[in-house]
């Protein structure tokens, strides 16, 4: 069993930037981790994921570029760096675990999540 416990997350305004991190405590023994978020009244979506085994990231074409992921090994964290954020980023942001393979962009190859963290940007 995993448990994740995201943090990080407020508002801010058109262009800033925000730090989300989250730590996974518990037999983590992940393939990759992740993050997704889901705006009011739309479905979950991918944001990006980090491999354990290399370090190679994956990103939504919505948020490359502006977006971050990278993890720290040692406290089995995995942290967003979102800089430049749009009134379109603002929704709840989930941190996930994937603990075998699959598609990296597919909400179904996860197995565990956290509570998510609110983010909002306004103009």
């Known amino acids: 069993q995993v448990q994740l416990e995201e943090s990080g997350g407020g508002q801010v305004q058109t262009g800033g930037s925000l730090r989300l991190s989250c730590a996974a405590n518990g037999h983590t023994s992940a393939f990759a981790l992740g993050w997704f978020r889901q705006a009011p009244g739309k479905v979950r979506d991918f944001v990006a994921a980090?491999?354990?085994?290399?370090?190679?990231?994956y990103y939504a074409a919505s948020v490359k570029g502006r977006f971050t992921i990278s993890s720290d090994t040692a406290k089995n964290t995995v942290y967003l760096q979102m800089n430049n954020l749009k009134a379109e980023d603002t929704a709840v942001y989930y941190c996930t675990v994937k603990v075998k393979g699959g598609s990296y962009w597919y909400i179904g190859s996860y197995d565990y999540w956290g509570q998510g963290t609110q983010v909002t940007v306004s103009s």
């Open positions: 980090i491999s354990r085994s290399d370090d190679s990231t």
